[in-house]
């Protein structure tokens, strides 16, 4: 669908209906509340004219949830720049697609899934959604880049061989800090042995704009591929969108990602897709000039993002260093813990704010000399065996549980996901017996001051009580 305007095809079709719609409007007896115009201050003036388009489902405006016209011309536009059969729009962001794409692939209950190196904790409520079984399968924790190395085809293909009934794999890349996998690999593996390829392509909307970025997962043959435009194109906080390259699965995923949003979407977050959207035809110029910046400062490596920079310090006491040194002249980092810390960089930005964190990089790196990494970060001991599952995901709610200190817990199955954050990847999965070592690590992390979530102020976590 192509929605037609007097100067030809609309770039921009939700936005340009908002527009119209916010000049023609003289006063609102229609929700919002706000009617446009008014918000207590300061909320009203950092908002300013955006009020007025923050609306509802109005004439013209299409429905989100039945979407035949301008919002349905915005996803195939989408769709078109990636080459996917369909895309649809979140704005309940990448956790929403995630869970619809693990439901969509799982067309009956018990449905195998492999699960292979780190994946984010929306994966979990993925299976419960899906009533799908996991397979985990871990990567192995590179000592030198301080990170989980991506999953690789021969990994994935030794899996296959001793799993049968595998509906899906499930892979993340890029990495959280920027690390890509042969997603084409995977993917031809996967079709192989009869199984789809889910990518979980949150941090990679912008791959495939410029030749020193990595291709993006649709064109590497992946079945469904989520992203999060929010996350590495100029867009709003949520705003995610699903790419489908089956056709067969479309209406899966899509009735499965209707299920868990608002029948009020925001009309803010629809127009902020859209116009990213766009940017993937209009922007190319901008991404081009932003990766000649950094590449005067850095050299890229071949299998990562070069809009990310990770650094690997081994340490908290440095990865805190560098980022109070940055965070005295007003910049502010990602995230930074005991393995490294992590800077992302967004098209657009001024050659005088690239210097003047290159400048301070450099100086820090200078003050903290060479740094040793054969120790490396105490949470990545957390995620070296596979985890095994005593209990399905869709029955663990079931089972009443309850709270006891970590020493308390060896031995017994957790109720709820606990992960080291960032990056919010599950070190023990509900489901999990856990044992002896795991609870030693975390109880260390969380004496060190670490953020680990499911575990209490208290130091206690969640268990089945049965």
Same mark, same amino acid.
């Given at each position: 669908?192509? &929605?037609?305007?007097?100067?030809g095809?609309?770039e921009?079709p939700?936005?340009?209906r908002?527009?119209h719609?916010?000049?023609?409007e003289?006063?609102?007896f229609?929700?919002?509340?706000h009617?446009?115009r008014?918000?207590?201050?300061?909320?009203? *003036?950092?908002?300013?004219?955006?009020?007025?388009?923050?609306?509802t489902?109005?004439?013209?405006?299409?429905?989100f949830?039945?979407?035949?016209?301008? !919002?349905a *011309?915005?996803?195939?536009?989408?769709?078109?720049h990636?080459?996917?059969?369909?895309?649809?729009?979140?704005v309940?962001g990448?956790?929403a697609?995630?869970?619809?794409?693990?439901?969509?692939?799982c067309?009956?209950?018990?449905?195998? +899934? !492999?699960?292979?190196?780190?994946?984010?904790?929306?994966?979990? $409520?993925?299976?419960?959604?899906a009533d799908a079984?996991?397979?985990f399968?871990?990567?192995?924790?590179?000592?030198?880049r301080?990170?989980?190395?991506?999953?690789?085809?021969?990994?994935l293909?030794?899996v296959?061989r $001793?799993c049968a009934?595998?509906?899906?794999?499930?892979?993340?890349s890029?990495?959280?800090?920027g690390?890509?996998?042969?997603?084409?690999?995977?993917a031809?593996?996967?079709?192989?042995?009869?199984?789809?390829?889910?990518?979980?392509?949150?941090?990679?909307?912008?791959?495939?704009?410029d030749?020193?970025?990595p291709?993006?997962?649709?064109?590497?043959?992946?079945? +469904?591929? &989520?992203?999060?435009?929010?996350?590495?194109?100029?867009?709003?906080?949520?705003a995610?969108?699903?790419? +489908?390259?089956r056709?067969?699965?479309?209406d899966a995923?899509h009735?499965?990602?209707?299920?868990l949003?608002t029948?009020?979407?925001?009309?803010?977050?629809?127009?902020?897709?859209?116009?990213a959207?766009?940017?993937?035809?209009?922007?190319?110029?901008?991404?081009r000039?932003?990766?000649d910046r950094?590449?005067?400062?850095?050299?890229?490596?071949?299998?990562?993002d070069?809009?990310?920079?990770?650094?690997p310090t081994?340490?908290?006491?440095r990865s805190a260093?560098? *980022?109070?040194?940055?965070?005295?002249?007003?910049?502010?980092l990602?995230?930074?813990?005991?393995?490294?810390a992590?800077?992302?960089?967004?098209?657009?930005?001024?050659?005088?704010?690239?210097a003047?964190?290159f400048?301070?990089?450099?100086?820090?790196?200078? #003050?903290?000399?060479e740094?040793?990494?054969?120790?490396?970060?105490?949470?990545?001991?957390?995620? #070296?065996?596979?985890?095994?599952?005593?209990?399905?995901?869709?029955?663990?709610?079931r089972?009443?549980?309850? $709270?006891?200190?970590? &020493?308390e817990?060896?031995?017994?199955?957790?109720?709820?996901p !606990?992960?080291p954050?960032?990056? /919010?990847?599950?070190a023990?999965?509900?489901?999990?017996?856990?044992?002896?070592?795991?609870?030693?690590?975390?109880?260390?992390?969380?004496q060190? /001051?670490?953020?680990?979530?499911?575990?209490?102020a208290?130091?206690?976590?969640?268990?089945?009580?049965?």
């Amino acid at each position: 669908m192509t &929605i037609i305007s007097e100067r030809g095809a609309v770039e921009t079709p939700i936005l340009e209906r908002l527009m119209h719609h916010a000049a023609r409007e003289r006063a609102s007896f229609h929700v919002p509340g706000h009617h446009g115009r008014y918000l207590p201050q300061p909320l009203s *003036a950092w908002l300013g004219q955006a009020m007025k388009l923050d609306l509802t489902e109005l004439p013209g405006l299409d429905n989100f949830h039945s979407a035949t016209d301008c !919002i349905a *011309a915005s996803e195939e536009l989408c769709a078109r720049h990636y080459g996917a059969y369909r895309t649809y729009y979140s704005v309940n962001g990448a956790t929403a697609c995630v869970m619809a794409a693990l439901k969509g692939a799982c067309s009956a209950p018990g449905g195998r +899934v !492999i699960l292979l190196g780190p994946c984010h904790m929306s994966v979990w $409520r993925g299976l419960v959604y899906a009533d799908a079984a996991p397979v985990f399968v871990p990567s192995p924790w590179n000592a030198a880049r301080q990170a989980f190395d991506p999953p690789s085809p021969a990994l994935l293909e030794s899996v296959l061989r $001793r799993c049968a009934d595998v509906r899906a794999v499930f892979v993340t890349s890029p990495t959280y800090p920027g690390f890509v996998a042969d997603v084409r690999g995977l993917a031809e593996v996967a079709h192989r042995h009869g199984a789809l390829l889910l990518v979980d392509e949150a941090h990679g909307a912008h791959f495939g704009l410029d030749g020193r970025l990595p291709p993006h997962s649709v064109a590497q043959g992946a079945d +469904v591929v &989520i992203q999060s435009p929010h996350k590495t194109l100029p867009c709003l906080t949520q705003a995610a969108w699903v790419h +489908v390259s089956r056709p067969e699965l479309a209406d899966a995923v899509h009735e499965a990602l209707l299920f868990l949003h608002t029948t009020s979407p925001s009309y803010l977050l629809l127009a902020a897709l859209d116009a990213a959207q766009a940017f993937l035809r209009s922007g190319r110029e901008l991404v081009r000039e932003t990766l000649d910046r950094l590449q005067a400062y850095r050299v890229f490596e071949p299998d990562a993002d070069p809009m990310r920079l990770w650094i690997p310090t081994a340490s908290k006491a440095r990865s805190a260093q560098l *980022a109070a040194r940055l965070e005295a002249e007003g910049m502010f980092l990602e995230s930074w813990d005991a393995s490294g810390a992590l800077a992302v960089f967004g098209f657009g930005q001024t050659d005088r704010d690239v210097a003047r964190f290159f400048e301070a990089y450099r100086a820090w790196r200078e #003050e903290v000399g060479e740094m040793e990494r054969e120790n490396g970060w105490l949470g990545a001991r957390l995620y #070296e065996a596979p985890a095994e599952m005593a209990v399905r995901p869709s029955d663990i709610d079931r089972v009443p549980g309850r $709270r006891v200190p970590l &020493i308390e817990a060896v031995g017994r199955i957790a109720k709820r996901p !606990i992960s080291p954050y960032p990056p /919010g990847v599950p070190a023990i999965w509900p489901g999990q017996v856990i044992s002896e070592h795991q609870a030693e690590l975390l109880a260390r992390l969380w004496q060190d /001051g670490h953020d680990v979530v499911g575990m209490g102020a208290d130091g206690t976590i969640e268990v089945c009580d049965a």
